[in-house]
């Protein structure tokens, strides 16, 4: 009623009239039912004595469908021949959520619409259908999921791209025109490489040895010469600008053995903390992996669990790198490292050996 007072200080009657009208024909329609069928209709004349009404609610599903917000267990059953590392699409570049090996299967909590695709494990060459060439991805629906879970399948014949230079994001297209191919070519060109060569003509440069060619990277002098490991260690181990990091050596030539050094006061316990923190940014630990085989064309290196050691590792990377205390740790790497011409790129490797992991002799033998 407050409606209807306020309208008719304000519009003319006739408008006022046309609002009711309107007002009772949507309330007619609402409870307006379907036409009545009769039992008999013998005179033929439209009467009805003993109306059967068909109006009446409609048929419904026991089905049920649960809301987007509601958590959602995928499973994803990996018949392919090949280990998969199993990613959420973020609109960029992907986050790893897990690893399926072949034969196998892995399950994990998600949302409606939220939507995966898979690679090759420790590497971004994602498997595609070989008839189309199209990439795999999975999209989680609110469709045949009543016990709160949905299957995708990697199907068997799901394979890398036999095609060298594409895309393997859709974000490609955005990061090469805002120049991501000049400021990052190393990762671009093997990530986004169709989008990159459409921009800057660097296509080619998907072809490992034409990429890594020392000439065309103007590295045909080595970096360290024979006897420069030895120089290195020994002054660490006897120079006195170290000597506050405490160090020890384990292991040496005059030793019978390799270069072995650990600094016993190198971080301090904030240092520590900052780096473990950092430690589970993205992947987080992961089982320790060795290189497996070379793909073709891009000279990426597939990765394979290590027989060598049992051991986690973690990359430090971004957001990790960018804790304060993550940041002091690096400028003292910096300061300490030596037969560096210019600036070295540092990359911190998180490494957790746990009760009963190990690390066999060989492998150390060759780090050193």
Not at 41 to 69: F, L, M, V, Y
Not at 322 to 346: F, Q, S
Request: aromatic share 8%; net charge negative; hydrophobic share 30%.
């Amino acid at each position: 009623m407050k409606l209807f007072s306020s309208l008719s200080r304000r519009l003319p009657v006739i408008s006022y009239v046309a609002i009711l009208l309107l007002f009772a024909s949507v309330v007619s329609s609402a409870d307006e039912e379907e036409p009545a069928t009769c039992k008999n209709d013998d005179a033929n004349d439209g009467s009805c004595e003993n109306p059967i009404t068909t109006a009446g609610p409609k048929p419904t599903t026991n089905k049920r469908r649960p809301p987007p917000n509601t958590p959602i267990s995928a499973i994803f059953q990996n018949l392919s021949s090949h280990r998969v590392d199993v990613h959420f699409d973020d609109g960029r570049f992907g986050k790893v959520v897990g690893t399926a090996d072949s034969g196998h299967e892995l399950q994990i909590s998600t949302f409606v619409n939220h939507r995966f695709f898979v690679t090759l494990h420790g590497v971004r060459e994602g498997l595609v259908d070989p008839k189309t060439d199209e990439q795999y991805f999975f999209t989680i629906t609110n469709e045949n999921n009543d016990d709160g879970k949905q299957t995708f399948t990697i199907p068997k014949t799901a394979a890398p791209s036999t095609t060298l230079c594409k895309d393997r994001y859709p974000v490609c297209v955005h990061e090469a025109a805002r120049g991501e191919c000049t400021r990052n070519p190393g990762w671009m060109i093997v990530n986004c490489c169709k989008s990159c060569d459409d921009t800057e003509g660097y296509g080619y440069l998907i072809d490992s040895d034409v990429r890594c060619d020392p000439k065309r990277l103007n590295s045909t002098v080595p970096a360290w010469k024979s006897g420069s490991l030895d120089e290195v260690f020994t002054k660490w181990a006897t120079e006195e600008e170290y000597k506050q990091y405490e160090p020890v050596v384990v292991s040496s030539p005059d030793m019978g053995g390799p270069w072995i050094m650990t600094f016993d006061n190198f971080l301090d316990d904030f240092e520590v903390e900052q780096l473990l923190h950092g430690a589970s940014y993205g992947e987080g630990f992961q089982r320790s992996t060795d290189q497996g085989k070379i793909i073709s064309g891009s000279g990426e290196m597939v990765k394979v669990t290590s027989k060598t050691r049992t051991s986690s590792n973690a990359w430090c990377r971004t957001e990790c790198e960018n804790l304060p205390g993550v940041k002091r740790v690096t400028d003292r790497i910096e300061e300490v490292r030596v037969g560096c011409y210019a600036r070295c790129c540092i990359c911190v490797h998180i490494m957790c050996i746990c009760t009963r992991q190990y690390i066999h002799i060989g492998f150390l033998s060759c780090l050193a």
